[in-house]
């Protein structure tokens, strides 16, 4: 049991370490002065490829192992992780119509908000990006896979350095500070280990479901990729180089699960 548990401190390290990575990022404000919307987009895009193939490589596929190891059969662990992807999909959209937030370029979405400070559309929009990412990474040590959760967390991490970049900028764009700013995107990755423990503890205590849990935390970030970064990323004139930007940002995360494994 004391070992079982070890996973849910594993996850939760992980997911902090990954979190504080969006601090780092957010660096840049005391060394840029200005972040070009086009090396916004970029970043960003290359970000959603990093988890893209995170999501594939760390959740998918160990979900599809682990539901064939538990129940025999390829198509009954497909149906189970299916489930939890559309699952975890919906759960996202569920909460995005029920919260007012604001994105960095999109603007404001879900129930009205004129009665909410700007800057707290952005909190509630950041910690909607950044708890299922963080369940993600607790998720990933399921069934003990060491290897498999710091690998997760690794992605996790590098696409928070650019996120957390953005952050601070689109703050320091209505008037905060550069120190506010910085704080501010800083413990907005707070939010990942919250998620972390979240995602691991479900996994310790319910280890028959792993399948459906990878799934679950799978399709979180899909839904967060489709809906919400790449429109963020490709309304405007660069659509194409944020295409190759994700697509760069997958390779590398699929190179570094290939070659570390």
Do not use: C
Request: charged share 10%; aromatic share 10%; proline share 4%.
């Amino acid at each position: 049991m004391s070992a079982d548990f070890s996973i849910v401190w594993l996850g939760s390290l992980a997911s902090l370490f990954a979190g504080l990575a969006t601090g780092i990022g957010a660096l840049a404000v005391f060394v840029i002065r200005t972040l070009t919307h086009k090396l916004q987009d970029g970043m960003l895009a290359a970000a959603a490829g990093v988890m893209l193939a995170a999501s594939f490589f760390s959740l998918i596929q160990p979900g599809l192992d682990y539901g064939e190891m538990l129940t025999g059969h390829t198509w009954i662990a497909a149906i189970i992780v299916i489930i939890g992807l559309l699952s975890g999909a919906g759960a996202l959209y569920y909460i995005h119509q029920r919260l007012p937030h604001e994105h960095f370029e999109l603007g404001p979405e879900g129930p009205d908000a004129s009665h909410i400070r700007r800057i707290w559309l952005f909190v509630i929009a950041i910690t909607l990006h950044n708890f299922p990412e963080g369940m993600a990474v607790g998720v990933g040590f399921a069934g003990g896979d060491v290897h498999n959760g710091y690998m997760l967390a690794t992605g996790i991490g590098l696409q928070n350095i650019p996120e957390g970049l953005a952050v601070a900028f689109s703050l320091l764009a209505i008037d905060y500070s550069r120190i506010r700013a910085f704080t501010i995107a800083l413990l907005s990755g707070l939010a990942e280990p919250i998620g972390g423990v979240f995602g691991a503890t479900l996994v310790w205590l319910a280890e028959p479901v792993m399948p459906w849990t990878l799934g679950f935390a799978a399709g979180a970030m899909l839904f967060i990729i489709s809906n919400e970064i790449i429109p963020e990323t490709h309304h405007r004139e660069w659509k194409t180089m944020s295409t190759f930007s994700l697509m760069g940002g997958f390779a590398v995360m699929m190179f570094l699960d290939a070659t570390l494994g």
